[in-house]
Structure formats: structure tokens, C-alpha cells
């Protein structure tokens, strides 16, 4: 549960929320609201108190958010990282399993669902339906009943029930995989009708599908404004599809152009997403541009050097550190291991480091486990 402090953050941050998705933060405006938030999270998240101190970094000493020391999400492997009792959580999102087991997936400790759907639905509604909402929402990915702890699963449930228009519906079950039939009828009559439809899922998910096509001889072409959402890479199939090549198929066996697909990037450890700005762009007549992510108003993201953690000059290539303010019950600075590079407008994501962590990753993350250690966990 959120105290009284906690409280008033969620409200600035429901405002927030309501506001022009394309309208930036004014940087005073984020770093007042990301220190005070960090003040919270020092206060009442012991694991990352401790981390911070490690680091040498308290509130006081914090002059601008870029200060805020950001955490490996390796660390949600190792500690509850929650302000508060991780057994008040309203959901846990996990990360998908390990060689070392499930024991070591990661996991995020979400206080106040609530927060996380303020944040979610305006800026899928920008990046998936800038035209309007309404359009049938068609899942390949199971319902969130069937993957309780799946955070792409609960933001696709959320997306379906509040901006999925008539004959929403999902298409795979764990147990069964995609339901190749059920899709096909479902496609059919809408195309039949002439209802434009957005198709959600992972990478994955749609290069199974678009296999299960080639193989059975179908190709769609669905109306015109149909899109989709795919999430991820083809990483762990035998065949790595690129994202060029999957394009192609998209529109080959769907009839769905490039600038209709939207590639979503996000991660268990943050409850904000980003997404390809090319759809929005095409409606808002600015077609063209290169395909970048953007980052919401609330979120800042920074492009850093892999060994020395320092900011990097605009268009070199480094590893990405986001600072969402709508991870206010966890927290809210968190150092991934993804690569990419500054773009105008937004950034570009090229891939995971490969091999062992980047240098600074593993020197924060050792400096984390100290700080656990030293609490007596």
C-alpha cells in the first residue's frame, strides 16, 4: 500500500498520464517529479536504500535525475526490489525462465495496479490506434488468466477489454498453441466485412503463424488500416527472421504495409512501453522518418557506455538506461542490457549485449549484492 507521500506521487503521476502524449516534459518539471519519487523509493525500498548508499548516493546529494543510480534488472533476480511489503504486491511479473530454473527468473512487484494501466493504455492508444480506437483486437497471445504472471500478457488483456472494439477476442491457449482455425474464421469475416483489425502478439508468435500460412497456401489481405503489435525477436528458433524480412511477410501474407506494423519494446521491470513511432507518424503526415522509439512524457531514456556508464554522444551505440516514473513502487532507474543508440525523437534498440554483462552492469549489479548482503538477506 502507498502512504501519504506515495499517494500524492500517484496522483501528479495520473495527471501526467492524461497529458498530450506528444507534448515533452519539461525537464524541470521530470527532474523535480523524479527526485521526490527517488526520495520515496530511498525511504521505503530498503534493497535499493542500501544499493545507493554503496554507490555513495543519497537524496540530498542528488542534483538532477541523470544522479539517480540506476539498478541492473538483473537485481530483480536476486532481491524484492518493492517500496514496502513485496506480500502487498496486487501482481507479480515475472521474467521468462532460465537454465538456472524458474528460482531465478526476475520479478516485479507491483503495489498499485492501477498506475501501471493509467500508464499503459493512453500510450498504446498513441503508438497502435493514433487514427482512433475501436478496432477489433485480436490476440496470439493467451489470455492473462492463463500467464498470471506474464507482463505482456496482462498489458495485452488491458488493451483488449478497454480499446478492443467489437469481436475482440484471443486466439492461443498455453496448452495448444495458436488457434490457427478460430483465426482464420475470425479473419475471414472481417475481411468479409470490411473491418479493419489489430493483430497482437510476439515475434515469435507471428513467425510460427506466418509458417503455419506458407505451409497451408493462405495469404489475407485485410482491409486497409489493419495493423499489428509483435513484441520481441525470433531469438531461440532455428531460423532468425529479420525485422526487414518479417515486414515483408507481414504485408506479403497479410496485406499489412510496413508502416501499419509497430514493433513494442518493453520489459518485466518497467511498467511503461515503447513503441515504433511509423504508424503514428504516417497518420500525423510526418511518413518517412526513421523507425525509432519514443518515449512516453513520463520516461527518460539515456544511452550510455557499456563500461564507464557515462552518457555517450548522440548516435553512438552503448546500452540503454530508462528512468519511468511509473515505476513508483519499485524502482524507478533501471540499467538494462540492451544496446541501441539515440536517435532524433527517440532511440533505436539493436539488440543484447552479448556473452557476460557489460563492465558497468556487472560492477553495479556486485555492488548491489554487497549492499543485500550487508542488510542480512
Avoid at 137 to 152: E, F, I, T
Avoid at 255 to 263: E, K, L, M, S, W
Amino acid at each position: 500500500m502507498l502512504d501519504q507521500e506515495g499517494m500524492a506521487l500517484r496522483a501528479e503521476l495520473f495527471r501526467l498520464f492524461e497529458g498530450p502524449i506528444d507534448e515533452p516534459l519539461d525537464d524541470d518539471v521530470f527532474d523535480s517529479l523524479a527526485r521526490r519519487i527517488f526520495q520515496y523509493q530511498f525511504t521505503h525500498n530498503a534493497p535499493y536504500a542500501a544499493y545507493c548508499r554503496r554507490r555513495g548516493r543519497f537524496p540530498e546529494d542528488v542534483a538532477h535525475w541523470t544522479e539517480i543510480p540506476a539498478v541492473p534488472t538483473a537485481a530483480f533476480k536476486e532481491v524484492p526490489l518493492v517500496c514496502g511489503d513485496p506480500g502487498d504486491a496486487e501482481a507479480v511479473f515475472r521474467t521468462s525462465g532460465t537454465t538456472a530454473g524458474p528460482e531465478r527468473r526476475g520479478e516485479h512487484h507491483i503495489l498499485d495496479l492501477s498506475v501501471y494501466h493509467a500508464s499503459l493504455t493512453p500510450n498504446f492508444a498513441a503508438y497502435l490506434c493514433p487514427d482512433g480506437t475501436g478496432l477489433p483486437m485480436l490476440s496470439l497471445m493467451p489470455p492473462v488468466a492463463q500467464m498470471v504472471d506474464s507482463s505482456l500478457a496482462h498489458m495485452i488483456s488491458v488493451v483488449v477489454d478497454r480499446l478492443g472494439g467489437e469481436g475482440s477476442g484471443y486466439y492461443a491457449a498455453v496448452g495448444s498453441g495458436i488457434d490457427l482455425e478460430g483465426l482464420h474464421g475470425a479473419l475471414e469475416r472481417f475481411t468479409a466485412e470490411g473491418t479493419p483489425v489489430c493483430l497482437l502478439g510476439t515475434t515469435l508468435a507471428f513467425v510460427h503463424w506466418l509458417d503455419a500460412l506458407r505451409e497451408r497456401g493462405i495469404r489475407y489481405a485485410l482491409p486497409p488500416g489493419s495493423r499489428l503489435m509483435d513484441t520481441g525477436g525470433s531469438k531461440g528458433r532455428r531460423r532468425i527472421v529479420q525485422e526487414d524480412e518479417l515486414r515483408r511477410e507481414y504485408a506479403e501474407r497479410l496485406g499489412i504495409p510496413a508502416d501499419h506494423c509497430v514493433n513494442e519494446y518493453g520489459m518485466t521491470e518497467m511498467c511503461s512501453q515503447f513503441y515504433d513511432s511509423v504508424l503514428r507518424d504516417r497518420v500525423r503526415g510526418r511518413a518517412g522518418g526513421v523507425r525509432r522509439k519514443v518515449p512516453p512524457p513520463w520516461v527518460r531514456t539515456r544511452v550510455v557506455d557499456p563500461d564507464t556508464l557515462a552518457p555517450v554522444r548522440p548516435g553512438e551505440v552503448g546500452i540503454l538506461q530508462h528512468f519511468d516514473l511509473a515505476n513508483l513502487g519499485s524502482v524507478m532507474a533501471i540499467q538494462t542490457e540492451d544496446i541501441g543508440r539515440e536517435v532524433d525523437g527517440g532511440f533505436q534498440v539493436l539488440g543484447r549485449a552479448a556473452g557476460a554483462p557489460p563492465r558497468g552492469c556487472s560492477i553495479a549489479m556486485d555492488l548491489l549484492l554487497e549492499a543485500v548482503e550487508g542488510l542480512g538477506r
